[in-house]
């Protein structure tokens, strides 16, 4: 593409590229922040043993919430049987298994 049909381009679609580019980074950054706070707690629970299936529920449902949101918001096209597809598969099973975690914990005891 040529210089003039890309600028048409920009001004139609009326995007602003560093825009969305510092906002994903301010987002990943800080969802990266929260997980590696909550597996920094999780491992001094599990040190000084106490119960720390709250804690792990929270971690894995989380990281479950992460990769789906960028399986949502990272890709175009949207196929099943796709990159994408699995992604949301996994987060799916991260997001059941960090509930069930969260539901042990409050059950009591293992």
């Not at 971690?59 to 960028?70: D, E, Q, R, S, T």
């Amino acid at each position: 593409m040529d210089k003039e049909k890309i600028l048409k381009k920009a001004q139609h679609d009326k995007q602003d590229e560093r825009k969305n580019q510092l906002n994903d980074f301010s987002i990943g950054t800080t969802g990266a922040f929260l997980l590696i706070s909550i597996a920094i707690i999780t491992l001094l629970k599990i040190i000084f043993n106490q119960n720390y299936l709250d804690m792990l529920g929270l971690l894995v449902a989380g990281i479950g919430a992460y990769i789906f949101g960028y399986a949502a918001f990272g890709f175009q096209k949207s196929n099943f049987f796709s990159k994408q597809g699995a992604l949301y598969v996994v987060s799916g099973f991260l997001m059941v298994a960090g509930i069930a975690l969260l539901n042990a914990y409050f059950q009591g005891p293992l």
